[in-house]
């Protein structure tokens, strides 16, 4: 069963616009929720990373949107770039466990 | 400052074969992860350890997987009798401190093929 859910899989931005990436999870024990961006032949990076604590934060282009209730959260990648193209992960851990759950992934490209 | 290796890169082999991947941690870092992506997949749990001893092994899909760490620093992920499903790339990741406490730095992984 796959704990933290992503969409969508591909998504294709103009240059300048707004990416947006979902995910959703159900595990309420998870307290730490990672953005990782991956390029190809290249090992995931963490770009981005937020606690429940907190409904947003941001980093440069880059924000994170956290909704506890709704067991939510998306990246959103402002002014995209074609150098933005990549793969991005979101990801989810607990403070008690020792790996962090993957969602399936959304493959971003960024047209000039 | 050095980040996470792994070797080989790239590694064919035949089904039925036994492989090593190694993975050289951050300098420090006492948590060590490996986790398996395949294709158009996130990467997944494999095995964890903290210090020398595999704290956490339940993401390993058999006993033909086995991993060590004898001196607490780099890593060996061990496949017998190969199989075409273990086709994918393993990446090890580590951390400085264990789960949500610290930020796992991914080495570039090795892309395993069995043939």
């Known amino acids: 069963q796959q704990q933290v859910k992503q969409s969508p899989q591909s998504l294709i931005v103009q240059k300048g616009g707004i990416s947006i990436i979902n995910c959703a999870y159900e595990n309420t024990a998870f307290d730490y929720f990672p953005w990782y961006q991956q390029f190809p032949g290249k090992g995931p990076a963490l770009l981005i990373a937020?606690?429940?604590?907190?409904s947003e934060k941001k980093e440069g282009r880059f924000t994170i949107s956290f909704n506890k209730s709704a067991k939510q959260f998306s990246l959103h990648i402002m002014d995209s770039q074609p150098g933005d193209s990549a793969t991005y992960f979101c990801a989810a851990s607990t403070n008690t466990g020792n790996q962090f759950y993957f969602g399936t992934g959304t493959s971003l490209t960024v047209i000039p | 400052g050095a980040g996470v290796s792994q070797t080989p890169s790239n590694k064919v082999t035949e089904k039925g074969k036994y492989v090593e991947l190694r993975c050289d941690p951050i300098s420090g870092h006492t948590a060590l992860y490996w986790y398996r992506q395949s294709l158009g997949q996130g990467p997944e749990f494999l095995i964890y350890f903290q210090g020398t001893g595999a704290a956490d092994d339940s993401g390993l899909p058999n006993d033909r997987f086995f991993a060590v760490r004898p001196e607490g620093s780099v890593s060996t992920l061990k496949i017998q009798r190969t199989e075409r499903g273990d086709s994918a790339v393993y990446l090890c990741?580590?951390?400085?401190?264990?789960?949500?406490?610290?930020?796992?730095?991914f080495g570039p992984g090795t892309r395993l093929t069995v043939t």
């Open positions: 937020i606690r429940p604590d907190v």
């Open positions: 990741a580590s951390s400085f401190l264990p789960g949500s406490g610290g930020e796992q730095y």
